[in-house]
């Protein structure tokens, strides 16, 4: 026997099974939970565009490097041999040791011709008197005979000081150098030497020989041992390789 429906009583909804609430002492009924949901896994990241990609593998056909120095398997590096120094001589030879005490009396001799000349032109102030008194249209200036003479002598006197100084300064310090093996101041005094000629005129007996020792002394240090004994000094002097 079927029992109908209650009227008086509404109709209940269905719950599938869910449990209603029980409404509390107030009489009210509390919100339902929310269902939960689901959880979403996080999107992988996108590559960075900023970075280029990785270059890509050599091919296969290219041969390996060679291994680096000091690697494993590397060819040990010998280092170039270095040459063997020069030695300088031990002295020059007896050329050169001969034209150098040639030159410093060619610089005695200049000082000597020097001091003759001085002297026998302040012999001749009477002589220069005379000859000037005896020469017709001599421009005096405003200047006695004695005077002339007087500056014709200074004037001598000074040059033959300046030239002695400077024939003994120059063949005494460059021949110092010369011994020592100096090429440059071997050509120096070779130079002086053809300067030197003009001395004969005036130097008297003491400047001929000046010239004749500085000639003979430039020809010995251009023979071939000098000129060896040169190289060799040079040679001493190079940086070494």
Same mark, same amino acid.
């Given at each position: 026997?079927?029992?109908?429906?209650?009227?008086?009583?509404?109709?209940?909804?269905?719950?599938?099974?869910?449990?209603?609430?029980?409404?509390?002492?107030?009489?009210?009924? !509390?919100?339902?939970?929310?269902? $939960?949901?689901?959880?979403?896994?996080?999107? !992988?990241?996108?590559?960075?565009?900023?970075?280029?990609?990785?270059? !890509?593998?050599?091919?296969?056909?290219?041969? !390996?490097?060679?291994?680096?120095?000091?690697?494993?398997?590397?060819?040990?590096?010998?280092?170039?041999?270095?040459?063997?120094?020069?030695?300088?001589?031990?002295?020059?030879?007896?050329?050169?040791?001969?034209? &150098?005490?040639?030159?410093?009396?060619?610089?005695?001799?200049?000082?000597?011709?020097?001091?003759?000349?001085?002297?026998?032109?302040?012999?001749?102030?009477?002589?220069?008197? $005379?000859?000037?008194?005896?020469?017709?249209?001599?421009?005096?200036?405003?200047?006695? &005979? $004695?005077?002339?003479?007087?500056?014709?002598?200074?004037?001598?006197?000074?040059?033959?000081?300046?030239?002695?100084? &400077?024939?003994?300064?120059?063949?005494?310090?460059? %021949?110092? &150098?010369? @011994?020592?093996?100096?090429?440059?101041? @071997?050509?120096?005094?070779?130079?002086?030497?053809?300067?030197?000629?003009?001395?004969?005129?005036?130097?008297?007996?003491?400047?001929?020989?000046?010239?004749?020792?500085?000639?003979?002394?430039?020809?010995?240090?251009?023979?071939?041992?000098?000129? /060896?004994?040169? /190289?060799?000094?040079? %040679?001493?002097?190079?940086? @070494? %390789?």
């Amino acid at each position: 026997m079927t029992i109908p429906n209650d009227d008086s009583k509404p109709d209940q909804p269905a719950t599938d099974g869910v449990v209603p609430p029980t409404p509390d002492a107030a009489g009210s009924v !509390p919100p339902a939970a929310a269902p $939960e949901q689901p959880v979403t896994p996080p999107a !992988p990241a996108a590559p960075d565009a900023t970075y280029p990609p990785a270059p !890509p593998a050599p091919p296969a056909a290219y041969p !390996p490097a060679p291994p680096a120095a000091g690697a494993p398997g590397a060819f040990p590096a010998y280092a170039a041999t270095p040459a063997a120094p020069v030695a300088a001589p031990a002295g020059p030879p007896s050329l050169v040791n001969t034209a &150098f005490w040639l030159y410093i009396a060619a610089a005695a001799l200049s000082v000597i011709s020097g001091i003759v000349t001085i002297i026998s032109v302040s012999s001749t102030r009477a002589s220069i008197i $005379e000859q000037l008194k005896n020469t017709d249209g001599v421009k005096t200036n405003g200047l006695s &005979f $004695e005077q002339l003479a007087d500056a014709s002598i200074a004037g001598v006197t000074v040059l033959s000081i300046i030239t002695l100084i &400077f024939w003994a300064v120059v063949f005494v310090l460059f %021949a110092f &150098f010369m @011994r020592r093996g100096a090429n440059w101041a @071997r050509i120096v005094l070779t130079v002086i030497t053809v300067l030197s000629l003009v001395n004969i005129p005036w130097g008297f007996f003491a400047g001929a020989l000046q010239v004749i020792a500085a000639i003979v002394a430039t020809v010995l240090i251009w023979l071939k041992p000098s000129s /060896a004994y040169f /190289a060799a000094v040079k %040679a001493s002097k190079a940086p @070494r %390789a």
